[in-house]
Nanobody, 114 residues
């Protein structure tokens, strides 16, 4: 069973940047499509971006051009570079496989506020 540990969240001003990281346990990380999800307060968890084993990426429309997902299979880590952050980007960010499994990490909180 893969375990996921997210980090890198924090408080940032609108227009700022953050880089999220997700470390995955297990030697089979490289075989899975990985994704970042966001859960805003009072809302369901939504897919933000995903990346295939070969590096092919897809993004939710509202983050296109601002967020970049990447992965390092040698380090069992997936990243989310978030630029030009907006208040509506705030929430708890989780990584998981795509489609998501039932096993979620603790997430990392992103707050965008002046």
């Amino acid at each position: 069973q893969v375990q996921l540990v997210e980090s890198g969240g924090g408080l940032v001003q609108p227009g700022g940047s953050l880089r999220l990281s997700c470390a995955a346990s297990g030697s089979i990380f490289g075989f899975y499509v990985m994704a970042w999800y966001r859960q805003a307060p009072g809302k369901q968890r939504d897919l933000v971006a995903d990346i295939s084993t070969g590096g092919r990426t897809h993004y939710a429309d509202y983050v296109k051009g601002r967020f970049t997902i990447s992965r390092d299979n040698a380090k069992n880590t997936v990243y989310l570079q978030m630029n030009s952050l907006k208040p509506e980007d705030a929430g708890v960010y989780y990584c998981n496989m795509f489609p998501a499994t039932m096993t979620w990490g603790q997430g990392t909180q992103v707050t965008v506020s002046s």
